[in-house]
């Protein structure tokens, strides 16, 4: 078993920044994806970014260039920098974690509200 663990979600104007944190625990593998998905008002779940533990990241054409995703592999821990934020950005975040053993998880999610 894996628990993630989600912190930094809150209320941004637009334009404002936001960073998230996602701490993992328990049975973690070596090689692992662990990354943000989000799931706004009346929408299905999307992928924002995914950072694998060799440090290749992928994004979601909507956040390329306002967000970062970065991790310490040492604290099994992955950040989202939300920078530029939008009132579409609004959205349940998840964090996921995924491994070489197809084990998947997902944290309990925290809320991003972009408004003025």
């Known amino acids: 078993q894996v628990q993630l663990v989600e912190s930094g979600g809150g209320l941004v104007q637009p334009g404002g920044s936001l960073r998230l944190s996602c701490a993992a625990s328990?049975?973690?593998?070596?090689?692992?994806?662990m990354g943000w998905y989000r799931q706004g008002p009346g929408k299905t779940r999307e992928l924002v970014a995914t950072?694998?533990?060799?440090?290749?990241?992928n994004y979601a054409d909507s956040v390329l260039g306002r967000f970062t995703i970065s991790r310490d592999n040492a604290k099994n821990t992955v950040y989202l920098q939300m920078n530029s934020l939008m009132p579409e950005d609004t959205a349940v975040y998840y964090c996921?974690?995924?491994?070489?053993?197809?084990?998947?998880?997902w944290g309990q999610g925290t809320q991003v509200t972009v408004s003025a």
């Open positions: 996921y974690y995924y491994d070489s053993r197809m084990n998947e998880y």
């Open positions: 328990g049975s973690i593998f070596s090689l692992n994806v």
């Open positions: 950072i694998i533990s060799t440090s290749t990241t």
